[in-house]
């Protein structure tokens, strides 16, 4: 496990590569980003921008998604993994935000939680990007990459994201979410992890670095 030292160093690193980072889900508004997240679930941001881009040049409001309906919807989200379930949520999403929030989506964990769709991850994502909430959403990648490196390993996804808002030292909290997803996406890959390209390799505690090799029995 990574001591304070080796921690403020290893988000040192990942800040100077990538001094502004950002999700790679595209978006203008925070209703824009809880429909595109909501896409996301399973699917790749390519995919997910590859339909929203047409999506929301006609409908990017609570009202204007529900007007358009499950069936208008379809056609823009159709190549996206378990669509049908992904457009029920989407109405039901809409339907709530103009019911209970007057079309806006709301800032907190518990309200946002009890929209279709919309859990922990999803919810910490809406915190930390749309509205700036130091908060860690933990999917895929950050786990592999928490545990790999010895930054905060874990058992479960909530595990780790209590070890991260523990240890990832506060200055860089606000960004450790697109940083560790970012890295874990192109660099600290689940069977091929470019360590001889890493740019914090000497900060990690993994024990079967590689530069081409896939790895075998690892997160």
């Known amino acids: 496990m990574m001591n304070l030292e080796k921690r403020r160093a290893f988000f040192e690193q990942l800040k100077a590569n990538n001094p502004n980072p950002e999700t790679e889900l595209e978006y203008s508004s925070p209703f824009e980003l809880l429909i595109a997240v909501l896409l996301s679930a399973q699917?790749?941001?390519?995919?997910?921008?590859?339909?929203?881009?047409?999506?929301?040049?006609?409908?990017?409001?609570?009202?204007?998604?529900?007007?358009?309906?499950?069936?208008?919807?379809?056609?823009y989200i159709q190549h996206i993994g378990l669509f049908n379930s992904k457009g029920k949520h989407i109405q039901e999403t809409c339907r709530l935000l103009l019911e209970k929030h007057a079309g806006q989506v709301p800032e907190t964990r518990?309200?946002?939680?009890?929209?279709?769709?919309?859990?922990?991850?999803?919810?910490?994502?809406?915190?930390?990007?749309?509205?700036?909430?130091p908060t860690m959403a933990v999917d895929t990648h950050i786990f592999r990459v928490s545990n790999r490196t010895g930054l905060a390993p874990g058992k479960d996804v909530l595990k780790v994201e209590e070890q991260l808002l523990k240890r990832v030292p506060k200055e860089y909290l606000q960004d450790a979410h697109h940083w560790l997803i970012l890295h874990g996406r192109y660099t600290c890959k689940a069977r091929s992890p470019e360590c001889a390209q890493?740019?914090?390799?000497?900060?990690?505690?993994?024990?079967?670095k590689t530069g081409k090799g896939k790895v075998r029995g690892d997160i």
Do not use: W
């Open 43 to 75: 699917a790749t941001d390519v995919s997910v921008n590859k339909g929203t881009r047409k999506l929301f040049k006609i409908a990017n409001t609570p009202q204007a998604l529900l007007d358009l309906g499950e069936e208008g919807v379809r056609p």
């Open 110 to 133: 518990e309200e946002l939680e009890a929209l279709p769709g919309v859990g922990r991850k999803t919810a910490n994502v809406i915190l930390n990007t749309a509205f700036g909430q």
């Open 198 to 208: 890493c740019i914090v390799e000497p900060l990690c505690g993994f024990k079967q």
